[in-house]
């Protein structure tokens, strides 16, 4: 993000656009704020408790929404600030309509189809890009096809007709609007809701295939930035002084939401492998945890609309303290 250390100009939120002006600062090392407006990848102020600005680069305040983690950032995906009907949000890694397909330029992974990595390149100047190094010789879970005819998916998928005219490799039995892996779901219309067919604690699980490989996470060798990039039973060593490393074999069990096996387990006593991912065990939401209008928060805490800051009706929705309303 602006002001962060840096290694080059790859490594800063939108340094691989050609559109923001980012660059890497050759004396301080840190990452500046080229135009005007909020890169994506950088934090905004879309939502309650993120005091900052909403100008958001590729879509201005309609793309600033919580990441994965519950953090307010800009996604950008709206190019000149106009948003479509159909990606009314920008860039959305649970849609395959509108998230960053495997091997494109992106800046973090919640841009990325399934939520892949968002890792350097190597080959290409260490580029961010959505899967980094791993490419794969089958199209992947949640990537754009070209038809029924199609065969290119990965084993296990098919390529069926998505949303609004598009196609994309996903089960036999996902529906035309599922979600990809994070999506907001509930177990009661887990089917359709998820492409995977699987909701987990109110968010869609992973599919990992039928080599019971993770679809959404770096194998050991490949390019990281961060620990939650790599699959379970790995980690990213990033040298001294760079921003970025591989994933290395670490730990004999997998984090919350990191994938999992019955060859690792997971390192907490109350996650449950489910789908070939720890999560934590059903309960209520707290804070900025997805929710629904079904599935609702902890005492304390509303179910809110990210967009409207309403009362949950549908749509993407977070648990918020409700002192803070």
């Given amino acids: 993000m602006t002001g962060d250390y840096c290694d080059s100009s790859a ?22 704020n080229g135009t005007a407006c909020n890169p994506p990848g950088n934090i905004c102020g879309g939502i309650v408790g993120f005091n900052a600005s909403q100008n958001c680069c590729d879509g201005k305040k309609a793309v600033c929404k919580p990441d994965s983690n519950g953090i307010a ?26 998230c960053v397909e495997p091997g494109m330029s992106c800046q973090f992974s919640d841009q990325c189809c399934n939520g892949q990595a968002c890792a350097p390149d190597p080959t290409d100047q260490n580029k961010l890009k959505c899967g980094g190094t791993a490419v794969s010789t089958c199209t992947t879970f949640g990537a754009v096809c070209t038809g029924t005819s199609d065969t290119s998916c990965c084993s296990g998928l098919t390529c069926k007709a998505y949303g609004d005219g598009w196609f994309a490799c996903l089960l036999p039995t996902s529906s035309a609007t599922c979600k990809l892996t994070g999506g907001t779901c509930t177990q009661a219309n887990q089917a359709t809701d998820c492409c995977s067919g699987t909701c987990t604690s109110g968010k869609c699980a992973d599919w990992t295939g039928s080599s019971g490989s993770s679809t959404s ?14 699959c379970a039973g790995s980690a990213c060593g990033i040298p001294d002084g760079s921003t970025h490393g591989t ?15 019955t060859g690792v387990p997971c390192c907490s006593a ?30 304390g805490y509303s179910c809110l609309d990210v967009a409207t800051n309403l009362a949950c009706a549908g749509g993407s929705c977070l648990c918020v303290a409700q002192a803070s309303q």
């Fill in 73 to 98: 950032r800009c996604f950008g995906g709206c190019p000149n600030d106009n948003c479509t009907t159909v990606c009314p949000t920008g860039y959305d890694a649970t849609n395959p309509q509108c």
């Fill in 11 to 32: 490594a800063c939120c939108g340094g691989t656009g050609t559109t923001y002006g980012i660059a890497s600062d050759s004396v301080k090392h840190d990452c500046d």
């Fill in 217 to 230: 996470c770096q194998a050991p060798g490949g390019t990281c930035t961060a620990d939650a990039d790599c």
């Fill in 247 to 261: 994933c290395q074999a670490a730990a004999v069990c997998a984090a919350t939401s990191q994938s999992c096996s």
């Fill in 270 to 299: 109350t996650d449950a492998c489910t789908n070939g991912v720890c999560t934590p065990p059903a309960g209520c939401g707290s804070a900025y945890q997805a929710c629904s209008a079904t599935a609702g928060c902890c005492v």
